[in-house]
């Protein structure tokens, strides 16, 4: 097929001046965003810039660099800056990366002055996500610390009944090898354990409720990876151009049809007096019921609360759904020797009466120490101790931040600090059980827990300012994970080897098309 020849002609004068206003508009941007970053990084010139040598560089380039590079650039930041603050370039402005030495005074800082919701919700971009409203609304923060954590003694055998329900129907059955996506299944078995505890039986086997707590997930996930590749400036456009944002809208208002006649009868109820939570009542003992409950103001809205329980889900899901797949690659690629050891301190627990002792899964202080370690190699985030600067501060080393400044702390780098942890880039699923053991002081010994924030465990923070969900999502992974080594055996694919994991931003995932191979035991042994 042969195409005419155009040159010469006045369509061929009107194409070749046009690319050329293009070109020379693309060099016009390139030397203008290059000013912008010199600007930036010298209005706090005292932290030095990691991933150029010079300051001069456009920042779109900078960006590009943090998008794919950031976990590289922190460590490399963090090698050479030890014991003092740095600065990363980002679409959104600059990121200064805080040394370890300041974790205790961060952690104190009033949020008045610096923010850990603002950070997350520039991070994720809440805009264009839905993930605004973290910014309005502390309830889910307050639910999950003063109502869900207390009660989780009372969920755990709703909980262990919705894990055996979701295996039954997700997993094979067959003593035959099979191949299955160990991410495709998990993330079904953690929408519907989540479900049961976020929007309890009403709607805990809903398949469209079970649909949205995944895919709200994914959808905020790409839009959130594919967006900050790009200049901010460029955002409210592309983002239209998304199909996943348009996914994530959609299922954001599905999820505010689908639950709101429950939210706003339970809100009536409320409101006349007729109606409060009940520990024994199973329909009360929820997310959702303790909502409506407590909501005060303009909270108390069927549509509000309907978002906020999306993104309880969306907390809940990933992080949980995250260390369950990676547990499990851990456990397969350590060999039979720590699986074996995880086996006899399940059963140990289970002949002493599995829940007639307290919380049987306080007890497995192994498999405690197997999601710590995992999560040191695999965290959901390399950076952690995230705060938005609503005010200017100066540290007591004399370290000033500015107002309007995003800083964080290079959690990765620091939890895997050779200079620190012994041969860091190897999986020891017991290293956190031996050095408990080490110590005679029990709280010391604490320390060493999965749900307990430490100077060298970061990623669920640390100090007053801790995640509260880090206990719920301690039982969740445990309660899978028991079910998983109990009742099925894993092993990969011929030929490889355990998974990698992918990094975008800060933020690390596992590939959703992994395969690997299951079968349930002849002889299950799973305690509930």
Not at 224 to 243: D, F, G, K, N, Q
Not at 250 to 262: C, E, I, S, T
């Given at each position: 097929?042969?195409?005419?020849?155009?040159?010469?002609?006045?369509?061929?004068?009107?194409?070749?001046?046009?690319?050329?206003?293009?070109?020379?508009?693309?060099?016009?941007?390139?030397?203008?965003?290059?000013?912008?970053?010199?600007?930036?990084?010298?209005?706090?010139?005292?932290?030095?810039?990691?991933?150029?040598?010079?300051?001069?560089?456009?920042?779109?380039?900078?960006?590009?660099?943090?998008?794919?590079?950031?976990?590289?650039?922190?460590?490399?930041?963090?090698?050479?800056?030890?014991?003092?603050?740095?600065?990363?370039?980002?679409?959104?402005?600059?990121?200064?990366?805080?040394?370890?030495?300041?974790?205790?005074?961060?952690?104190?800082?009033?949020?008045?002055?610096?923010?850990?919701?603002?950070?997350?919700?520039?991070?994720?971009?809440?805009?264009?996500?839905?993930?605004?409203?973290?910014?309005?609304?502390?309830?889910?923060?307050?639910?999950?610390?003063?109502?869900?954590?207390?009660?989780?003694?009372?969920?755990?055998?709703?909980?262990?009944?919705?894990?055996?329900?979701?295996?039954?129907?997700?997993?094979?059955?067959?003593?035959?090898?099979?191949?299955?996506?160990?991410?495709?299944?998990?993330?079904?078995?953690?929408?519907?354990?989540?479900?049961e505890v976020i929007v309890g039986p009403s709607f805990c086997e809903n398949p469209e409720w079970l649909?949205?707590?995944?895919?709200?997930?994914?959808?905020?996930?790409?839009?959130?990876?594919?967006?900050?590749?790009?200049?901010?400036?460029?955002?409210?456009?592309?983002?239209?151009?998304?199909?996943?944002?348009?996914?994530?809208?959609?299922?954001?208002?599905?999820?505010?049809?689908?639950?709101?006649?429950?939210?706003?009868?339970?809100?009536?109820?409320?409101?006349?007096?007729?109606?409060?939570?009940?520990?024994?009542?199973?329909?009360?003992?929820?997310?959702?019921a303790w909502l409506a409950a407590l909501a005060k103001g303009s909270e108390r809205n069927a549509d509000?609360?309907?978002?906020?329980?999306?993104?309880?889900?969306?907390?809940?899901?990933?992080?949980?759904?995250?260390?369950?797949?990676?547990?499990?690659?851990?456990?397969?690629?350590?060999?039979?020797?720590?699986?074996?050891?995880?086996?006899?301190?399940?059963?140990?627990?289970?002949?002493?009466?599995?829940?007639?002792?307290?919380?049987?899964?306080?007890?497995?202080?192994?498999?405690?120490?197997?999601?710590?370690?995992?999560?040191?190699?695999?965290?959901?985030?390399?950076?952690?101790?995230?705060?938005?600067?609503?005010?200017?501060?100066?540290?007591?080393?004399?370290?000033?931040?500015?107002?309007?400044?995003?800083?964080?702390?290079?959690?990765?780098?620091?939890?895997?600090?050779?200079?620190?942890?012994?041969?860091?880039?190897?999986?020891?699923?017991?290293?956190?059980?031996?050095?408990?053991?080490?110590?005679?002081?029990?709280?010391?010994?604490?320390?060493?827990?999965?749900?307990?924030?430490?100077?060298?465990?970061?990623?669920?923070?640390?100090?007053?300012?801790?995640?509260?969900?880090?206990?719920?999502?301690?039982?969740?992974?445990?309660?899978?994970?028991?079910?998983?080594?109990?009742?099925?055996?894993?092993?990969?694919?011929?030929?490889?080897?355990?998974?990698?994991?992918?990094?975008?931003?800060?933020?690390?995932?596992?590939?959703?098309?992994?395969?690997?191979?299951?079968?349930?035991?002849?002889?299950?042994?799973?305690?509930?």
């Open positions: 097929m042969s195409f005419p020849d155009i040159s010469g002609t006045p369509l061929y004068g009107v194409a070749e001046t046009a690319f050329k206003w293009l070109f020379y508009g693309f060099v016009a941007y390139c030397i203008a965003d290059a000013v912008s970053t010199w600007q930036l990084v010298n209005t706090q010139a005292e932290h030095p810039l990691v991933g150029s040598p010079l300051a001069l560089v456009p920042r779109f380039i900078l960006n590009l660099l943090y998008s794919w590079r950031s976990t590289n650039l922190a460590q490399k930041g963090y090698d050479k800056y030890p014991s003092k603050p740095f600065q990363l370039i980002r679409s959104d402005g600059r990121v200064v990366v805080l040394p370890i030495k300041l974790l205790d005074e961060v952690s104190r800082i009033p949020s008045h002055i610096a923010e850990s919701t603002a950070a997350l919700e520039r991070d994720l971009l809440g805009s264009f996500t839905g993930v605004g409203l973290i910014l309005e609304s502390r309830l889910h923060h307050s639910i999950v610390q003063r109502k869900l954590t207390p009660r989780l003694p009372l969920l755990l055998p709703r909980m262990e009944a919705a894990v055996t329900s979701a295996f039954e129907k997700n997993f094979p059955q067959g003593e035959e090898w099979t191949e299955i996506q160990p991410y495709k299944v998990l993330s079904a078995v953690s929408s519907r354990l989540s479900a649909h949205i707590a995944v895919e709200y997930t994914e959808s905020l996930f790409r839009t959130v990876v594919a967006l900050r590749c790009l200049p901010a400036w460029t955002h409210p456009v592309v983002s239209r151009m998304l199909p996943s944002y348009w996914m994530g809208q959609r299922l954001l208002r599905q999820a505010q049809d689908l639950l709101g006649p429950k939210v706003q009868e339970l809100l009536d109820k409320n409101n006349t007096g007729t109606w409060q939570p009940q520990d024994d009542d199973p329909e009360d003992l929820n997310v959702l509000t609360l309907g978002h906020v329980l999306v993104l309880v889900a969306l907390a809940m899901v990933h992080t949980t759904l995250l260390r369950m797949v990676n547990v499990i690659y851990d456990v397969t690629a350590a060999g039979p020797a720590l699986r074996d050891e995880l086996l006899e301190e399940i059963a140990g627990v289970a002949k002493r009466g599995w829940h007639d002792n307290g919380d049987p899964y306080e007890a497995l202080d192994k498999l405690d120490s197997v999601l710590r370690e995992s999560q040191r190699m695999s965290p959901p985030t390399t950076m952690g101790m995230k705060r938005w600067f609503k005010e200017a501060y100066t540290f007591q080393d004399g370290t000033h931040v500015r107002a309007g400044t995003y800083a964080c702390m290079p959690v990765y780098a620091i939890e895997n600090d050779p200079a620190k942890l012994p041969d860091p880039e190897r999986f020891d699923g017991l290293r956190a059980y031996r050095a408990a053991r080490e110590t005679s002081d029990p709280e010391k010994a604490r320390l060493f827990k999965f749900s307990s924030p430490a100077p060298d465990f970061l990623n669920f923070g640390y100090g007053k300012t801790a995640c509260p969900g880090r206990f719920v999502a301690g039982v969740v992974v445990k309660t899978v994970i028991v079910k998983a080594l109990t009742d099925y055996e894993f092993k990969f694919l011929p030929g490889t080897e355990r998974p990698g994991n992918l990094i975008a931003h800060e933020f690390l995932f596992t590939w959703p098309w992994t395969k690997m191979l299951v079968r349930k035991k002849q002889k299950a042994t799973c305690p509930f």
